[in-house]
């Protein structure tokens, strides 16, 4: 779906334009220079830092044209509260795992940002598909997984 619009904060906004700034300004520069030095090494079909560096602009590029592809597609997730605490795409939520009897804490982004290691979860997820338009003291079950549980939602931000 060529022309599908992809779910971002503001803040993942922010860091791909960061992240992007850096690749054209700091690190394609670089790499430039890199391929300049293994050149005027001489022989290139034997250099392997020359394909080295070929290897790393080939790289630097690739994600460059992705990152642009991605904000060309953004739309922002406009993290207004809910007056009502109804849960929705950004949202910060804790919720109870009742099988594991442990609360967790997680923020819904859209597909791009999540990074579990953040606690930030896909719009996409069994979890996130589950407890999307849910209110504080709901308990609901996800589904979609190999064993499905029960969660209760403590709090939504």
Do not use: C, H
């Amino acid at each position: 779906m060529p022309n599908e619009e992809i779910l971002l904060t503001k803040e993942g906004i922010k860091d791909l334009q960061a992240e992007l700034d850096n690749l054209i300004n700091t690190v394609r520069p670089q790499v430039i220079e890199e391929l300049k030095e293994a050149r005027a090494q001489g022989d290139l079909s034997e250099n392997a830092d020359y394909d080295a560096a070929r290897n790393r602009q080939a790289e630097v590029e690739g994600r460059i044209k992705q990152i642009e592809g991605l904000l060309t597609k953004a739309k922002e997730i406009k993290e207004v509260k809910s007056k009502a605490g109804v849960i929705k795409l950004g949202s910060k939520v804790t919720f109870t795992n009742l099988l594991l009897k442990k609360d967790f804490e997680i923020k819904i982004v859209g597909a791009v940002e999540a990074n579990p290691f953040e606690n930030t979860i896909s719009n996409e997820s069994p979890i996130a598909k589950a407890i999307i338009g849910k209110k504080v003291g709901e308990t609901v079950e996800i589904k979609g997984i190999q064993t499905p549980y029960k969660v209760t939602i403590v709090s939504v931000a």
